[in-house]
């Protein structure tokens, strides 16, 4: 495998289901990054992962949460989601916080 | 604060004809980072380029080229003879310092034959 590999790519899910995304990243960065791009809005940054301390969280429920138990995997743990949290939601990897972030395929995400 | 601008929602083209997409954006650091990405359907963000602030020169990559302005704070790129698989959402994105990426809204480009 190379670059970033983001798993499933898809997922469907009620509102009282717990899933677990994973990205793994395979470029050997020391920042791994969550976003959610829902239609016709911007991509929104959720976390940041430095040398795997949590460096920024936007405001995210916490019904999102995330983990990173080492420089080359982070997961993002779902429960209770709500409809409108469907979205593809996105990983990336850096080699710090200044250089180019590299992006997953993504997970679409449906939530009923 | 940062902020992205893409004025342009959506282009339509046919294929062979040239595009410029444009960019305009604002920081009050000296010191930060442009970048452009492209969505094709299939949903994964692919890089393009990456243009440090103290960098003015245009860049060309094939059909890609890149016009990057500071006196208008616009970084703007060109497809030369687009081609349906350019068929995409690209968006400009802006890193300041240390701080992570803002990303624009998007435009999509539809290249028909």
């Known amino acids: 495998e190379t670059g970033v590999t983001q798993t499933p790519r898809h997922l469907v899910m009620g509102m009282t289901n717990k899933k677990s995304l994973k990205c793994e990243q395979h470029?050997?960065?020391?920042?791994m990054y969550w976003y959610k791009q829902s239609a016709k809005k911007p991509l929104e940054l959720m976390f940041v992962y430095s040398l795997e301390e949590r460096v920024e969280n936007n405001s995210v429920p916490s019904r999102f949460s995330p983990e990173c138990p080492n420089s080359s995997h982070l997961f993002l743990h779902l429960h209770t989601l709500q409809p409108e949290d469907s979205a593809l939601y996105l990983c990336?990897?850096?080699?710090?916080?200044?250089?180019?972030?590299?992006f997953g395929p993504g997970t679409r995400l449906l939530v009923l | 604060a940062q902020k992205v601008t893409q004025a342009q929602t959506e282009i339509s083209v046919v294929e062979k004809e040239d595009v410029t997409l444009d960019c305009v954006y604002e920081t009050r650091d000296t010191t930060y980072y442009l970048f452009w990405y492209k969505q094709p359907p299939s949903g994964e963000l692919v890089f393009l380029i990456r243009r440090n602030s103290f960098d003015e020169q245009n860049e060309i990559s094939g059909r890609y080229s890149w016009n990057f302005q500071k006196s208008t704070s616009s970084f703007n790129f060109t497809i030369t003879a687009s081609q349906v698989v350019d068929s995409a959402v690209y968006f400009c994105?802006?890193?300041?310092?240390?701080?992570?990426?803002?990303f624009g809204k998007g435009t999509m480009l539809l290249v028909s034959p």
């Open positions: 470029l050997g960065h020391n920042a």
């Open positions: 990336a990897s850096s080699q710090g916080g200044q250089e180019t972030q590299y």
């Open positions: 994105a802006l890193s300041e310092g240390y701080s992570t990426l803002t």
